[in-house]
Nanobody, 121 residues
Framework: QVQLVESGGGLVQAGGSLRLSCAAS????????MGWFRQTPGKEREFVAAISWIGITGYADAVKGRFTISRDNAKNEGYLQMNSLKVEDTAVYVC???????????????WGQGTQVTVSS
């Protein structure tokens, strides 16, 4: 069982940066894949980035080169560094953990509650 709690969201101007954190509890997190997804009203949950338990990463095209996913297994934490933010990045960002590093949200068994990121123009 893994429980996830996100933090670090907020309001930022376009071009700014935010760093999201995902604190995990449970012994299996260090061996789990971790993903970040985002959701806006009326849209399906969108893949943002993922990282395997050994640190292999993948990104959605929309965020490649601007966002960086990382993790600290010793601290049971994951992170999403977001730079050069755009208005269209506004969403609730949710972290997830699962057995497989994938872009498909259905493959993640554990989810946090999410943190709001709002980018103003």
């Amino acid at each position: 069982q893994v429980q996830l709690v996100e933090s670090g969201g907020g309001l930022v101007q376009a071009g700014g940066s935010l760093r999201l954190s995902c604190a995990a509890s449970g012994r299996t997190f260090s061996r789990s894949a971790m993903g970040w997804f985002r959701q806006t009203p009326g849209k399906e949950r969108e893949f943002v980035a993922a990282i395997s338990w050994i640190g292999i990463t993948g990104y959605a095209d929309a965020v490649k080169g601007r966002f960086t996913i990382s993790r600290d297994n010793a601290k049971n934490e994951g992170y999403l560094q977001m730079n050069s933010l755009k208005v269209e990045d506004t969403a609730v960002y949710v972290c997830a953990a699962g057995a497989v590093t994938t872009t498909n949200p259905d493959d993640y068994a554990y989810w946090g509650q999410g943190t709001q990121v709002t980018v103003s123009s």
